[in-house]
């Protein structure tokens, strides 16, 4: 029989690990977990004893499983519905557990659980058998990357200990996770009811000799340290201080995994550009620290400013880097109601990124229950397990999910929800993308005006152009922007200005319509209007990068866009053809742009 542990036990520094515990609906996962904090003395002092009470007063029979039931609709439907935690220590370690819904309409919730875990423990009533939950619950654990696992055979009692049910459910069991690169320590046997298999054994099982549920526990071995790994810093937001002279800005975010320490060199992905860390900042400490490690929400100064944005992820330059494409093909387990299609725009978040996302292939769909696969599929059903093709509309950091989760798990978002997850397997070749197909299928459809661009440009005496002013939101563009457009005017040019606001007029019912890609896409299609009539366009975007530049360009296309960057920060890769550091003076100003203009010949200027 288990002891409890000892006050000196518990005072000492331990070891601590994430287990969850996963299976189908009424296989008795909580009942284990009840089971498991009353026999290594985990509860509360007179928890056991008020379930008991409560059982008693309200006449239904007392279950281990009420220990955890903490929301009052799971007590009064017998489920599970969240991920619930709860912790208990051996002698070897303290555990975290995760008690995940095993009921197939929460199968979103457990995923949220079991993302969190190290270790699994699979829950099969012995008397119902290996269910379709069974098979997709270890599924959901190999696509999570969680391999150190052992099943559970509840409910012997049920079956009157029969060891031939045992060993029938082992077999087709272990058959089915072996086929999905699952290899269990062991199967125990087990009366979570009764404590049977939990903390010890009786005669009533003696022809089992291998370890109890709290054994196998304890003999689950930690994965390799966060710490160990490549550093990976998702940029959360970039935060800057003027009061009192304070010219700071600091990168925050969290450290999925690795350490840096002040004064080494770093990089951010995709971006590609490099600095080296100042000063690792912090709040409300007496010492100024020189390190961040896994695990720590932090912000760093960097020696020389660099425009960074929100979602790339910092590297040290020693480390081996992040991936970064636009293309990459993913495990997705689809949660959706309704189902994942082609040619619709969701949200990836991935890392400290949100973009915008699209399905581009289906390379198989997996019945994750039965895993028959069919490769003749156009779309994703609700919990359909399928291998496929994603791209962004702009270029991602990642890492492959088995060497770093932390940067290679993902979750989709459709219409604001949790849709679906996944995690990368690899980096898919860049092929044609999803912009170039759309122009080359508009140009195709394009009905062209009989009058040619020459004839156009000889009537205004200009080249047709976009002029995309950027910089930060708070530099004037606008302002600029109208001031540039009232000169050209006036020296009779064929010009006018767009408000980007403009662009989203009349499409208010549009879910997409305040994002931030889909202004991109409006300005560069409105943009092609304009400059096919002939016109000057002059328009405005903040905080704009190199990425969203070429986008704008690609749908302008075969039109030219004049980029002129104002204030102190270019783009991310500094090719804006004009940039103006002081954008003060707007005469100034106005009179560098139209100077390049004219010398790049689009103001044509006539002379006697």
């Known amino acids: 029989m288990y002891q409890t542990l000892t006050q000196t036990d518990r005072s000492v520094e331990r070891d601590q690990m994430n287990v969850v515990v996963i299976g189908h609906v009424d296989h008795g996962k909580s009942t284990v977990i009840g089971r498991l904090l009353a026999d290594t003395g985990s509860l509360p002092e007179g928890k056991l004893e008020q379930v008991r009470e409560n059982c008693r007063i309200n006449s239904k029979p007392f279950e281990y499983a009420f220990l955890l039931d903490a929301l009052k609709d799971e007590q ?27 009921h197939v309409e929460f199968v979103k919730n457990m995923v949220t659980g079991a993302a969190r875990a190290q270790a699994g423990l699979l829950v099969i009533d012995a008397k119902e058998g ?82 109890d549920v709290l054994e196998v526990f304890d003999s689950f071995e930690q994965p390799a340290k966060k710490i160990d790994k490549p550093l990976r810093f998702p940029v959360q937001d970039i935060y800057r201080f003027t009061k009192e002279g304070d010219d700071r800005r600091i990168v925050a975010g969290r450290i999925e995994t690795g350490e840096v320490k002040t004064g080494e060199d770093v990089m ?41 944005r929100p979602g790339e992820v910092m590297v040290k330059e020693s480390d081996p880097p992040c991936r970064t494409g636009t293309r990459f093909k993913a495990n997705i387990f689809w949660l959706g109601r309704h189902p994942m299609i082609k040619d619709k725009r969701y949200k990836i978040k991935l890392a400290g ?80 993308d999803r912009l170039t197909e759309h122009v080359e299928h508009r140009d195709n459809a394009w009905q062209r005006s009989d009058i040619a661009k020459d004839r156009r440009t000889a009537r205004y005496n200009q080249r047709s152009a976009l002029v995309l002013i950027t910089g930060p939101a708070d530099a004037g563009k606008s302002k600029l922007a109208k001031q540039l457009e009232a000169s050209l005017f006036d020296s009779g040019r064929m010009v006018y200005y767009l408000g980007i606001a403009n662009t989203m007029l009349g499409i208010d019912s549009d879910l997409n319509a305040g994002s931030k890609d889909e202004h991109i896409r409006r300005l560069g299609e409105i943009s092609h209007l304009f400059n096919d009539a002939g016109l000057i366009l002059i328009a405005t975007a903040s905080d704009i990068d190199d990425y969203e530049v070429n986008a704008i360009k690609k749908l302008n296309s075969p039109n030219d866009c004049v980029v002129v960057t104002i204030g102190e920060h270019r783009l991310n890769t500094e090719k804006s053809d004009l940039h103006v550091p002081d954008a003060s003076k707007h005469n100034e100003v106005i009179n560098t742009i139209r100077e390049y203009l004219t010398e790049h010949k689009y103001l044509i200027e006539y002379y006697l």
């Open 353 to 432: 990124a949100r973009e915008s996302v699209w399905l581009r292939e289906v390379n198989t769909v997996l019945d994750a229950s039965s895993l028959s696969a069919s490769d003749k599929r156009e779309q994703i059903e609700r919990l359909d397990v399928a291998e496929c093709v994603l791209e962004t509309i702009k270029p991602l950091a990642f890492d492959i999910a088995t060497e770093i989760a932390e940067t290679g798990r993902f979750v989709i978002i459709d219409n604001y929800e949790i849709s679906g997850g996944g995690i990368v397997l690899e980096n898919e070749p860049e092929g044609k």
């Open 130 to 211: 290996v269910q379709e939950n069974s098979r997709r619950h270890g599924y959901l654990l190999s696509m999570l990357g969680i391999n150190s696992i052992a099943v559970c055979v509840n409910k012997m009692d049920l079956v009157d200990y029969d060891q031939a049910v045992y060993e029938s459910i082992v077999t087709e069991y272990r058959e089915f996770l072996e086929k999905i690169n699952l290899h269990p320590r062991v199967f125990v046997p087990a009366s979570a009811r009764d404590g049977e298999g939990i903390t010890s054994f009786s005669e009533n099982m003696s022809w089992y000799k291998g370890p």
């Open 76 to 102: 009064s439907q017998g489920i599970t519905i969240d991920s619930a935690r709860c912790f208990f220590s051996s002698r070897k370690r303290d555990y975290i557990i995760i008690d995940a819904p095993g």
């Open 268 to 308: 951010f992905l995709p971006s590609g550009k490099k600095s080296r860390i100042a000063s690792v900042e912090a709040f409300n400490v007496s010492d100024k620290p020189t390190r961040a490690y896994t695990g720590q929400s932090t912000g760093f100064t960097l020696e020389n400013q660099i425009y960074i």
